[in-house]
């Protein structure tokens, strides 16, 4: 059974960067979709980015292409995500996320708690 754990959610300016970590537990990394999604107050939780077992394949929500990379560290057993030029808007829960395949095509099925990021 994958557990989910995030971090590195902090108060950080706009413009600035931002590494989150969810360290996978339960499986093999290569055996699932993993990614990140996130939740404002008062909004529906998006879809942020995601990466298939393998790596060979990412996909990102129009708002964050370019500007936020996710990839993972098989040997670590963790998932990143690389967040530059931030902005307010950038500001909410961000939850790691695992599918039950390998690809990206069935939606997730387990979540982290969350971590937070505030942009000011």
């Known amino acids: 059974h994958v557990q989910l754990v995030e971090s590195g959610g902090v108060l950080v300016q706009a413009g600035g960067s931002l590494k989150l970590s969810c360290v996978v537990t339960?499986?093999?990394?290569?055996?699932?979709?993993l990614g990140w999604s996130r939740q404002a107050p008062g909004t529906e939780r998006e879809r942020v980015a995601f990466?298939?077992?393998?790596?060979?394949?990412?996909n990102y929500a129009d708002s964050m292409r370019g500007r936020f990379t996710v990839f993972k560290d098989n040997a670590k057993r963790t998932l990143y995500l690389q967040m530059n030029n931030l902005t307010p808007e950038d500001s909410g829960m961000y939850f790691c996320?695992?599918?039950?395949?390998?690809?990206?095509?069935?939606?997730?099925?387990?979540w982290g708690q969350g971590t937070q990021v505030t942009v000011s």
């Open positions: 339960g499986d093999t990394l290569s055996r699932h979709c």
């Open positions: 996320a695992s599918g039950p395949l390998r690809t990206c095509a069935a939606l997730p099925n387990t």
């Open positions: 990466i298939n077992g393998d790596s060979t394949t990412t």
